[in-house]
Nanobody, 124 residues
Framework: QVQLVESGGGLVQAGGSLRLSCVTS????????MGWFRQAPGKEREFVATISRSGRKTDYADSAKGRFTISRDNAKNTLFLQMNSLKPEDTAAYYCAASSYLVAGGQEGNYDYWGQGTQVTVSS
């Protein structure tokens, strides 16, 4: 089993940047494909980005392409999400998730473990 703790959220103006982190404990990060999801108030949780166990394969939601970058440091058991050119519509609680698959994709059902989330608020 693995525990996930996100950090790095906060309040930022539109056009700004934030870097989210997700530290894992328990089993090592390298045992899992990882993903970032987000949930805005009144909306369903949605996929943002995913990265394979090796880190060689990544995929993004259309809303994140060109602005967000997912990466991982398996030696430090840490997952990252670099978010640039933030927009008010990026405001949401952001969750990291771990999957036993080699490549997990964007489906929530492929993920076994979830963090508690970190809030990102983008002001206009």
């Amino acid at each position: 089993q693995v525990q996930l703790v996100e950090s790095g959220g906060g309040l930022v103006q539109a056009g700004g940047s934030l870097r989210l982190s997700c530290v894992t404990s328990g089993r090592t990060l390298s045992s899992y494909a990882m993903g970032w999801f987000r949930q805005a108030p009144g909306k369903e949780r949605e996929f943002v980005a995913t990265i394979s166990r090796s880190g060689r394969k990544t995929d993004y939601a259309d809303s994140a392409k060109g602005r967000f970058t997912i990466s991982r440091d398996n030696a430090k058991n840490t997952l990252f999400l670099q978010m640039n050119s933030l927009k008010p519509e990026d405001t949401a609680a952001y969750y990291c998730a771990a999957s036993s698959y080699l490549v997990a994709g964007g489906q929530e059902g492929n993920y076994d473990y979830w963090g508690q989330g970190t809030q990102v608020t983008v002001s206009s």
